[in-house]
């Protein structure tokens, strides 16, 4: 894949490029302890839910989603929103989010963050949980960025998530297999509609929308009609998602 001009993960936020990066290990490590604390705090181990790592992760979601799209933007100067929203959203997924909290050793600090009488059965369930810990992973992102800023804290997602953005990049997913799949064990079939054509026929631009039992469940553009319908699965399976949270 050819690479633009732009900034090297290292430059990103940067207002010296030769400063050295911060890991995020480094910055949870630096982390204040209420911030700490928070951040691998359970909802059900607080009597308000606001006390646990869920405001984190909501801002930490946000400052991740904005880290990589700030260093993928430069590199790949020619590659239109379509590809650049695909990649993303595949290396800031759960599953991408879930690799880095165990190179964190998430597992092991929501072990030692539980609460007296905690039984071991429940803390394991929590810790087996892939949703647990892309949202602790989020929600340490969302704890460094109060306390370090933008500046320091993106260029550490980036180098933390740079596996996952060059598995992305090498080894993309298809939505619509991924969509199906999921779909399939609700015994539910997807149908994908193209509704809408525009532009001249050199350049060409589709809307399709996939549809469960004549419901929308997700819409998508793109320059081919294959293109909208992996643009409308991903949006499907975001849907399906926030359903599940």
């Not at 951040?39 to 801002?59: I, K, N, P, Q």
């Not at 946000?62 to 590809?83: D, K, N």
């Not at 989010?97 to 539980?114: G, I, K």
């Not at 004549?214 to 998602?241: F, M, N, W």
Request: a negative charge; glycine letters at 8%.
């Amino acid at each position: 894949m050819p690479r633009g001009s732009g900034p090297e993960p290292q430059d990103l936020g940067s207002a010296e490029g030769a400063r050295k990066v911060d890991s995020l290990e480094e910055l949870l490590a630096e982390l204040p302890e209420d911030l700490r604390r928070q951040a691998f705090t359970h909802a059900s181990w607080v009597d308000h839910r606001s006390d646990s790592y869920e405001r984190l992760a909501f801002l930490g979601d946000v400052v991740l989603s904005l880290a990589v799209s700030t260093h993928l933007y430069p590199r790949f100067e020619r590659q239109g929103a379509g590809r650049l929203t695909k990649v993303r959203a595949q290396a800031v997924s759960g599953a991408s989010c879930a690799n880095v909290a165990r190179e964190l050793d998430v597992p092991d600090s929501l072990r030692a963050a539980a609460p007296e009488g905690t039984t071991g059965r429940s803390a394991e369930m929590l810790v087996a949980s892939e949703r647990v810990l892309a949202s602790i992973c989020e929600a340490i992102i969302g704890a460094a960025y109060l306390a370090f800023g933008f500046e320091r804290t993106a260029p550490a997602v980036v180098e933390s998530f740079a596996e996952e953005i060059e598995e992305a990049l090498e080894h993309p997913v298809d939505y619509k297999s991924v969509l199906q799949e999921r779909l399939a064990r609700r015994a539910e079939v997807v149908t994908y509609l193209t509704v809408a054509e525009d532009g001249p026929a050199h350049d060409r631009s589709f809307i399709a929308v996939a549809e469960v039992d004549g419901e929308e469940l997700g819409r998508g553009e793109g320059k081919t009609k294959k293109g909208a319908e992996q643009e409308a699965a991903l949006h499907a399976l975001d849907r399906l998602d926030e359903a599940a949270s």
